[in-house]
């Protein structure tokens, strides 16, 4: 499935959602879901720093497609993390580069973030963007 595609039932899934708040809570619960990190992965060099809560990204190259995963002692920031690591993983690095995240404003996620989760949206959009820039071809 093309990231479009991806976008378009994510946008459906969310939109069907009364409000923000309800977006983001939905998405907590998935956070809920995500088994949390191992202590191998949870070291300083997988640590995004510039964050209040602590949240930890991998990123990995299999099969020609990045691979993003991540974790955080917030839900929140795990959710909103997990999101993008979701959505963007299993992609070419090019597909990834073309089409950035957006789309994610006009369903209200992000007005209900404070600044510094905001913060850590960005730094992991960052984060998959420089791995996918380091993989193209």
């Known amino acids: 499935m093309k990231l479009a595609e991806k976008q378009g039932e994510l ?3 969310l939109a069907a959602l009364k409000n923000g708040q309800d977006r983001l809570a939905l998405l907590v619960e998935k956070a809920r879901e995500r088994p949390p990190f191992t202590a191998d992965l949870r070291v300083e060099k997988n640590l995004i720093p510039g964050c209040l809560a602590r949240l930890w990204f991998v990123a990995e190259w299999r099969d ?3 691979c993003f995963n991540c974790d955080s002692d917030s839900l929140v920031v795990k959710a909103i ?3 993008l690591c ?3 993983s299993g992609h070419a690095p090019l597909e990834i580069l073309a089409h950035d995240p957006g789309f994610l404003a006009p ?3 992000t007005q209900h973030l404070t600044p510094n989760r ?3 949206l960005a730094k ?3 984060r998959i963007r420089q791995f996918a820039e380091a993989n193209a071809k």
């Open 11 to 13: 946008t459906a899934q």
């Open 64 to 66: 020609e497609k990045c």
């Open 81 to 83: 993390a997990g999101l």
């Open 86 to 88: 979701d959505f963007y």
């Open 107 to 109: 369903l209200g996620i």
């Open 118 to 120: 905001r913060n850590a």
């Open 124 to 126: 992991i959009w960052e």
